[in-house]
């Protein structure tokens, strides 16, 4: 079906294009591919479908099943994500050394296609600040890192501006810039209503004020990948060859395999790179890397006398501590009435985030204590940490984990009375507390899924909700 464009844009983008303006129109028209990303921490790579080449781990589906009715999603064994965007794993490894323990800030993280990616791809030794400007986005942000399960991650909501504080604190900075949306035109086709000429001017001056927000963060030697989802140089190569005049930054050039089909730019030496849907399958995304050669170190961190995070007790971390796979990795600090794993190499440098920035979550949240009980929480159900003999665990089949995930009562005949974590294929979806002849459900209000099941739970529909197969 043809896509009726703004008439400014339609010129722009064919002489952008010249004679491939024809095609990239018809592009428009068809159906957007739909993609996954596998968690590998909690499933294992599915065989049959076609492969995102950029990645390691992204995967096209032949149709757009109801995602809603497949445990497997809410249990974060695969992210929905667009295939373009994907390719922000190419910029993290053809620029910094994954093996290192890297501090990294995500800074426009909802809903956490992103951010999730680069859990998977840092080293278990890294730390990832996930940033979300707007407070109900990043309550989204939270939720899709908590099913995630990194326990590397602290995710916050905080202006670009606050991140002043922390002078060369990260060692990649990854800014998904908002943008005028025009690489969404096929996807969203609101943002056609939306798009003007001052609409992407505007977009272009936020830009550029969020990249002076936050360049002071970057530490010397650091690395800056910078993303959008549109189409126009004003907001893409324009805005690196600004940014290039006004601080220290060389360029980095990313090696590219033909079939790809990426475009590559240059505007005043600055590397760009560029994903057109008449050429790449996926949606319309720019990309470039440069590193940043000058600015000021972070200083050296002490311990506060009055920490803001606060270590739990011998007592309180007895309760909880073997959990945890590798216990030692972690220090647990108690807010309130929640025990929470921070990550023991990152507590200095985790205690200037949690006093200058507004946190919303960090790393894995483990139970709530009150005197000598404990309460296991969602977040260690889903956590790729959670030690295997901890609990004991109900694998569910498909009916009865959608009734669960609806919040509906559930039997688990075979389990032992206390808590017990519900799987299905093996990955962990959340607590139910079984009681002499009841299950309390105990999975969050607020994540559950709010669609009727009737339909879903036809005979016939059932094996129909799979999207990696039986992983």
């Not at 963060?217 to 993303?227: A, F, N, Q, R, T």
Request: charged content about 20%; proline content about 6%.
């Amino acid at each position: 079906m043809p896509v009726q464009l703004p008439s400014s844009f339609q010129n722009r983008m064919q002489t952008q294009l010249g004679a491939d303006f024809a095609a990239f129109t018809a592009a428009l028209g068809q159906a957007s591919p739909t993609s996954i990303r596998v968690n590998t921490g909690k499933a294992d790579l599915p065989s049959g479908l076609p492969e995102v080449p950029w990645t390691q781990t992204g995967f096209y589906l032949p149709t757009r099943p109801s995602f809603t009715l497949d445990p497997l999603f809410h249990g974060g064994a695969y992210y929905v994500q667009e295939a373009s965007s994907m390719f922000l794993e190419q910029a993290l490894r053809q620029s910094v050394d994954l093996e290192e323990p890297l501090a990294v800030l995500d800074l426009c993280g909802a809903p956490g296609g992103k951010s999730t990616h680069l859990a998977s791809l840092l080293s278990p030794e890294s730390l990832l600040v996930s940033n979300e400007v707007i407070r109900a986005r990043a309550g989204i942000l939270a939720e899709n890192i908590q099913k995630w399960g990194s326990g590397n991650v602290v995710v916050t909501n905080n202006d670009p501006s606050h991140f002043q504080s922390l002078t060369g604190f990260f060692d990649v900075l990854v800014v998904d810039a908002p943008c005028s949306g025009e690489g969404m035109f096929r996807k969203d086709p609101d943002a056609i209503q939306e798009w003007s000429e001052a609409n992407v001017k505007l977009c272009s001056e936020r830009q550029r004020r969020i990249l002076m927000d936050v360049w002071d963060c970057l530490k010397p030697g650091g690395v800056l990948i910078y993303s959008t989802c549109t189409y126009n140089a004003e907001e893409n190569e324009e805005n690196l060859a600004w940014l290039a005049q006004q601080q220290d930054v060389e360029t980095i050039a990313l090696e590219l395999q033909p079939s790809w089909q990426v475009t590559q730019t240059q505007e005043q030496g600055m590397h760009g790179y560029r994903f057109y849907p008449h050429k790449t399958q996926g949606e319309g995304f720019f990309l470039a890397v440069v590193r940043k050669t000058g600015g000021d170190e972070a200083g050296k961190y002490r311990k506060s006398k009055r920490p803001y995070l606060v270590s739990a007790s011998k007592q309180e971390k007895a309760l909880v501590q073997n959990w945890l796979k590798e216990p030692k990795d972690w220090e647990i600090v108690k807010h309130q009435d929640t025990l929470r794993a921070l990550p023991a190499a990152w507590m200095l440098e985790l205690e200037q985030v949690y006093e200058k920035l507004r946190v919303v979550y960090g790393g894995i949240e483990l139970a709530e204590a009150v005197k000598n009980n404990v309460k296991p929480l969602p977040a260690l159900a889903l956590s790729q940490h959670l030690a295997p003999d901890a609990f004991p665990r109900a694998e569910v089949d498909l009916a009865t984990a959608l009734k669960f995930l609806h919040r509906e009562d559930v039997s688990l005949e075979e389990a032992a009375n206390g808590w017990v974590l519900v799987q299905f294929n093996g990955v962990g979806l959340g607590w139910g507390k079984k009681l002499q002849n009841r299950v309390n459900n105990h999975y969050p209000k607020e994540w559950r899924i709010r669609m009727s099941l009737d339909e879903a739970l036809q005979p016939e529909n059932l094996a129909k909700q799979f999207v990696l197969g039986r992983v």
